[in-house]
């Protein structure tokens, strides 16, 4: 288990939990303005956001930035093909020097696909061209802070060298251990975890399996499940209970928060909670609300006037 401080990432304190979610992707922009505002009145220390229906990673993070004081915002993560690196580069230094302390560029493989090239590689040659990059903008009082999406050792081990250390997405507490290993005592390491507010296990699995379908009918996803033991069984049927039970904590509030701990008892210096089962267009406040007083150390005390 790691020993420096909880949800340190470079001098920067992000708690020991966050939120992740999917649900600003299908919301007008006074309820997300409402929502964050109100999330980080409860003192929440940290906000994730991913890129993959609609919303664009910078635009999106400039919004919920601009509606805050002091939550800090990750993109989580910024795809590399949706954007060429310079542009990368020139809107994290604008982020980061808008909002000093307050952003972290999460960056990930995705976007329009690019035949012929691998995660791995395509990574490399992205840090490669910003690293080398220069600009006649303002550089930001506050360093610019990046991580990588990370699963695989090469790749946790690229983000140990050219990051300040690793988002992982849709893995288990061994995971988080053997990542830990991996990415040494030093670099920062974040895990999302899909949690549900449901005990019965047919409807608790069944929505569960609804999630996951996309990622178990990736390659990468796939890919990254054999590495952690699981076999062509465990990919039928929507995925085997174990599989399921695994990769998203259901059942009431004591239940989820004891599971969600193993991540930091397994290493992780901070864990982004994905609430799911939630129609779209509505709000998982409710469920915010409650992991919030069962997980921050205290609230923040002092509620927005209007």
């Not at 990673?57 to 993560?77: D, E, K």
């Not at 020139?90 to 690019?114: E, K, N, S």
């Not at 690229?158 to 300040?164: F, M, P, Q, T, V």
């Not at 990254?224 to 929507?238: A, C």
Request: proline fraction near 7%.
């Amino acid at each position: 288990m790691r020993r420096s401080p909880m949800g340190d990432l470079g001098g920067l304190d992000l708690g020991g939990f966050g939120i992740y979610t999917f649900d600003f992707e299908h919301q007008p922009a006074a309820l997300i303005r409402e929502s964050v505002q109100e999330l980080e009145d409860r003192g929440w220390p940290a906000f994730w956001i991913p890129e993959l229906v609609g919303r664009e990673a910078f635009t999106h993070a400039a919004y919920l930035l601009s509606c805050t004081r002091r939550i800090t915002v990750i993109n989580g993560i910024a795809q590399i093909w949706s954007r060429e690196a310079p542009r990368a580069y020139g809107a994290a230094l604008l982020l980061a020097d808008a909002y000093p302390g307050r952003h972290v560029l999460g960056l990930g493989f995705g976007g329009v696909p690019r035949p012929g090239t691998t995660p791995l590689a395509a990574m490399a040659g992205y840090l490669d061209e910003m690293d080398a990059l220069t600009t006649p903008n303002p550089l930001p009082r506050t360093p610019m802070r990046r991580i990588l999406a990370a699963y695989g050792p090469k790749m946790l081990e690229l983000a140990r060298e050219r990051s300040a250390g690793a988002l992982t997405y849709h893995v288990t507490v061994a995971h988080t251990a053997r990542a830990r290993e991996i990415l040494g005592p030093d670099a920062f390491l974040g895990v999302e975890h899909a949690v549900l507010f449901e005990s019965d296990p047919a409807r608790a699995r069944a929505t569960a399996r609804e999630h996951l379908h996309r990622y178990l009918n990736t390659p990468y996803n796939i890919a990254k499940f054999r590495r952690l033991g699981y076999t062509d069984e465990d990919f039928t049927g929507g995925g085997s209970d174990r599989l399921v039970d695994d990769l998203v904590f259901w059942g009431d509030l004591d239940t989820i928060v004891t599971k969600l701990g193993a991540h930091r008892d397994a290493g992780a210096d901070h864990v982004a909670i994905q609430v799911i089962g939630v129609e779209p267009g509505k709000s998982a406040m409710p469920h915010w609300r409650m992991l919030g007083d069962a997980l921050l150390p205290q609230q923040a005390g002092v509620r927005r006037t209007a």
